[in-house]
T-cell receptor
Framework: QKEVEQNSGPLSVPEGAIASLNCTYS??????FFWYRQYSGKSPELIMS????GDKEDGRFTAQLNKASQYVSLLIRDSQPSDSATYLC????????????FGKGTKLSVKP | DAMVIQNPRYQVTQFGKPVTLSCSQT?????MYWYQQKSSQAPKLLFH???????NEADTPDNFQSRRPNTSFCFLDIRSPGLGDAAMYLC????????????FGPGTRLTVT
């Protein structure tokens, strides 16, 4: 059973701080990794994709991937109250044509 | 703007009364997906279409069916909704299968009374 694990939180950080969200996955052959943001009652919104080991930065967001450790993370710099949401980690499973496997998400709360 | 559209946004149906949810896309993507998401849970893939080819997940109940009459539209039919089928239903698209980015529509919140 391929799995994606996330700490459910809530993760609470003060405004302006760095929020660090973590995700581990079980399928060693996974090649594609995604972070989605989901506000309460809304649908998931893609914020980052990462395919290679290392860091990928996009504005205040940095995704980090370590395939050897089967670990992917998302850093949010200068966190804002508007970043308060559930962050879903998604991992492509089952080979080159595999579908996404989602974690249950980490709820982030940014306090003013 | 290219997008994924779902209608209706909210749907109330009675126990056992068939219901159809619709999804359309202007992204011209080959793949369309249907997910079910319950509160505080991960989205659960029900099935997907790659062009006209239908792929059902092994654990998707027979009560759930789908149609894709053309590239732009995809429908989710729930033949006899039960109370346990109340959820958010999410449509997503991607250019190709595998590791391509998936883009979600706004979802349809289904209530079963």
């Amino acid at each position: 059973q391929k799995e994606v694990e996330q700490n459910s939180g809530p993760l609470s950080v003060p405004e302006g701080a760095i929020a660090s969200l973590n995700c581990t996955y079980s399928d060693r052959v996974s090649q594609s990794f995604f972070w989605y943001r989901q506000y309460s009652g809304k649908s998931p919104e893609l914020i980052m994709s990462i395919y290679s080991n290392g860091d990928k930065e996009d504005g205040r967001f940095t995704a980090q991937l370590n395939k050897a450790s089967q670990y992917v993370s998302l850093l949010i710099r200068d966190s804002q109250p508007s970043d308060s949401a559930t962050y879903l980690c998604a991992v492509q499973g089952g080979g080159s044509q595999g579908n996404l496997i989602f974690g249950k998400g980490t709820k982030l709360s940014v306090k003013p | 703007d290219a997008m994924v559209i779902q209608n209706p946004r909210y749907q109330v149906t009675q126990f056992g009364k068939p219901v159809t949810l619709s999804c359309s896309q202007t992204l011209n993507h080959n793949v369309m997906y249907w997910y079910q998401q319950k509160s505080s849970q991960a989205p659960k893939l029900l099935f997907h279409y790659y062009d006209k080819d239908f792929n059902n997940e092994a654990d998707t109940p027979d009560n759930f069916q789908s149609r894709r009459p053309n590239t732009s539209f995809c429908f989710l039919d729930i033949r006899s909704p039960g109370l346990g089928d109340a959820a958010m239903y999410l449509c997503a698209t991607s250019r190709e299968l595998g590791g391509h980015e998936q883009y979600f529509g706004p979802g349809t919140r289904l209530t079963v009374t």
